[in-house]
């Protein structure tokens, strides 16, 4: 038996997308470190990074809004998210 088709495609969630500023990244962080979660952390760290870069130079957010092998966050897991 097939498994039906989705209607609509799912798109991977990306935190740096939503970090345009330093308050935004402290604001990030801030809640991230009331988890006590290390794993949470060190992803908190690669979205801050992810998102600086964005903001360095504005053309890579073309590319990585059409899912470009620049986006380095994608296909990757949060801690306690179901596969």
């Known amino acids: 038996m097939r498994k ?3 209607k609509h495609k799912l798109l991977p969630f990306d935190a740096a997308r939503y970090l345009p500023d330093d308050a935004a990244v402290a604001e990030y962080l801030g809640a991230v ?13 690669g979205d ?3 998102a600086r870069t964005l903001r360095q130079h504005p053309t890579l957010k073309d590319c990585a809004r059409r899912n470009a092998p ?8 949060r801690p306690g998210s179901a596969r």
Do not use: F, I, N
């Not at 470190?33 to 949470?40: K, P, V």
């Open 33 to 45: 470190l009331e988890t006590g979660s290390a794993d949470l952390l060190l992803l908190a760290l």
């Open 48 to 50: 801050v990074a992810r």
């Open 4 to 6: 039906p088709t989705p």
């Open 70 to 77: 620049l986006q380095s966050g994608r296909g990757r897991r």
